[in-house]
Every structure is written in C-alpha cells, then in structure tokens.
C-alpha cells in the first residue's frame, strides 16, 4: 500500500497494490495492522456504508458533532470528486479543503479521520462508493456544510452551467461561519 499525504494533516490518499492478469484482479482494500502502521492511530472501524448515484449528485458535506466518524473512502463502480473539509478549530488548515479523484480505474481511497467533513460529486453516469466508518450513524449528531460556501470555496469541477443534484438536507447546509466545529 503506498500511502500518500494531502494538503490537509492527517488526510492521507491510499493506493493499494493491484495485482493483474488475464483472468482480471486482485486487491487488498484493506488491512487494519497496514492501517494502524500507515497512519500512525489506533482507528477501528465499525460500519461499512454503500451508495450508489447517478452522474452530478453532491453527497455532503457531512459530518456528525459526536460520535465523531473518520472515514476510509473507496469507489468500485464509477468515478467520484470526493472532498474533505478540516473543521477543527486548532488546527493550522482549518477551513480549507482538498478534493480528489477516487474511480474503480485508479482503486485510490480517501482517509478522512473525524473532524471533517466530508461529501462528493459523482462524475461518471453511475458511481459505487463505498466507505467504512469509526463510528456508528447518530442522525441526532449529524451536521452538513454548504457545498457551495463562498468562505470556503470548493472547486467543484461542474460542466459550465450544470448545478448539482442535492437532497433537501444537503441543500440546507450551514455556511461556515455558522456551522458547529471541533475543537
């Protein structure tokens, strides 16, 4: 697995070794003592989440104020903007993010320990997101940023023109300025 860091402390890219022929392939998506070594924590996870979307839906920005999640995120059909936004207060990059390019082609996945949110645009006509969680679903914690906050200013890469497909609760996001954050 060959790990590599993001713009943001502690949002790591992870490539795993894909190992092809013939017949198709083989990967190893995940190993919690690699895991545990590569990002230098003790995270366990305890829920594995599956979506599946259509060409410019925006899932996001989530994030739960307790019960806190991190996230280890990975496509298996499609291809996806996924981001992640450092809301925790002490730290050098609160407020910024970074967006990567997550697809069943390039097998990447996304590390996004709890104090962030987190949300993603789907580029391909269908995507499969998968992602595992530190923690369980709290609907009474969860919280949800503005895709389009200004403060923030993701860089969502839309044809000109096209606005994204949101659920009513993404639509309804705060702004950052008002949104709860993390210590």
Avoid: C
Wanted: aromatic content about 14%; glycine content about 6%.
């Amino acid at each position: 697995m060959d790990i590599q860091p993001t713009a943001l402390d502690d949002v790591l890219i992870l490539k795993p070794q894909v190992f092809g022929d013939h017949r198709g392939f083989f990967l190893e998506s995940f190993n919690q003592k690699l895991f545990a070594e590569t990002t230098n924590s003790s995270w366990s996870f305890v829920q594995d989440n599956h979506s599946r979307s259509t060409q410019y839906i925006l899932r996001g920005l989530h994030y739960q104020t307790q019960q806190t999640q991190g996230k280890l995120v990975r496509v298996v059909a499609g291809e996806i903007f996924d981001v992640a936004v450092d809301l925790r207060r002490s730290s050098p990059t609160f407020g910024q993010w970074v967006g990567e390019i997550l697809s069943a082609e390039n097998n990447h996945q996304l590390w996004i320990p709890p104090g962030f949110a987190h949300g993603f645009l789907v580029l391909s006509p269908v995507a499969d997101v998968l992602y595992k969680v530190t923690d369980y679903y709290a609907p009474h914690y969860e919280s949800s940023l503005r895709w389009d906050d200004p403060s923030v200013a993701i860089t969502w890469p839309l044809p000109p023109g096209v606005q994204p497909i949101l659920s009513q609760k993404d639509s309804q996001g705060f702004a950052f300025p008002d949104a709860p954050n993390f210590p």
